[in-house]
């Protein structure tokens, strides 16, 4: 009898965590996921990221299709949105091999660097990789205002930036590698955060 009982507590037990997830509210779900996913795309970059990113205008960008892996110099352009956080723009041929890969796999990595031509071995240069999704932005407003502050910040490039069939690419960074001269490693990621 005793033996009994105690397999009714114990299936009573594991089944709490089963009914709670059944019976939550819906609405509740759609919420706390759409928090997560604003405190993961909108990170606060670290100084050393910001001073990169504003400084900078040049990065390797490395795209991934299953087997096939593709490696691309990219001229961007650091932003903060009022609306996306923290951005990235790039833009791209639509007839290449990289939008097609990201037609298929939106998942990039973008490697920075602000070492001298001929390092001086001073300490404080870095080089950072950064990890994040890519968006092709659809929408023509946004991909407008991204494209005009884009060849903003790369005025002597503009066959790379303007025209019918140039895709604008917005990356949204989830997290980063920073590495100095002297091949110390930090690392960064842009977590869920508490939301109340």
């Known amino acids: 009898m005793a033996n009994k009982h105690s397999g009714l507590i114990v299936a009573g037990v594991f089944s709490i965590p089963i009914l709670y997830h059944l019976l939550k509210p819906k609405s509740s779900t759609k919420k706390i996921q759409k928090n997560q996913l604003a405190s993961f795309y909108r990170p606060p970059f670290p100084p050393v990221i910001r001073e990169m990113l504003a400084k900078s205008r040049l990065a390797y960008m490395s795209t991934v299709d299953g087997d096939s892996s593709h490696l691309s110099l990219m001229r961007f352009t650091y932003l903060k949105d009022e609306i996306d956080g923290e951005v990235v723009i790039l833009s791209t041929q639509r007839a290449t091999k990289k939008y097609d890969m990201l037609l298929k796999q939106n998942g990039v990595a973008l490697l920075i660097h602000d070492?001298?031509?001929?390092?001086?071995?001073?300490?404080?240069?870095?080089?950072i990789t950064l990890n994040g999704r890519c968006n092709i932005v659809e929408d023509k407003e946004k991909a407008d205002k991204y494209r005009a502050a884009h060849l903003e910040h790369n005025p002597d490039y503009p066959q790379f930036i303007v025209g019918d069939d140039i895709a604008i690419l917005c990356i949204f960074v989830s997290s980063a590698r920073i590495c100095n001269i002297n091949d110390r490693v930090e690392r960064w990621s842009a977590g869920p955060q508490e939301h109340d």
């Open 115 to 127: 070492f001298p031509e001929f390092g001086d071995g001073n300490e404080g240069v870095h080089s």
